[in-house]
Nanobody, 119 residues
Framework: VQLQASGGGLVQPGGSLRLSCAAS????????MGWYRQAPGKQRELVAA???????NYADSVKGRFTISRDNAKNRVYLQMNSLKPGDTAVYYC??????????????WGQGTQVTVSS
């Protein structure tokens, strides 16, 4: 599965950004899609994830500020980020897990998109 992410950029503290990610390839179903981030010198961490049924989970640090959503028909996932803080600065990666048309498990990562929160 190939994932293409977009929507990163430079924003001032308190601002908003919306990330998008599209999955393509021999996909039968995508069970889970998510966003991870990695700041310089830190490990990659889960930001938010959503199942095909719409169940979501968020990192404590982003609860109430970020919203994940998906379009199952288009194999797309979105991350609406509001009230951004300098601590949100990182490279954001989208992730997808599911199965292809032959029943084999799929795991894919996007190329990463930079989010910088700075005045």
């Amino acid at each position: 599965v190939q994932l293409q992410a977009s929507g990163g950029g430079l924003v001032q503290p308190g601002g908003s950004l919306r990330l998008s990610c599209a999955a393509s390839g021999n996909i039968f179903t995508i069970n889970r899609m998510g966003w991870y981030r990695q700041a310089p010198g830190k490990q990659r961490e889960l930001v938010a994830a959503i199942t095909s049924g719409g169940s979501t989970n968020y990192a404590d640090s982003v609860k109430g500020r970020f919203t994940i959503s998906r379009d199952n028909a288009k194999n797309r996932v979105y991350l609406q980020m509001n009230s951004l803080k300098p601590g949100d600065t990182a490279v954001y990666y989208c992730n997808a897990e599911g199965f292809d048309g032959l029943g084999f498990a799929l795991v894919g990562w996007g190329q990463g998109t930079q989010v910088t929160v700075s005045s």
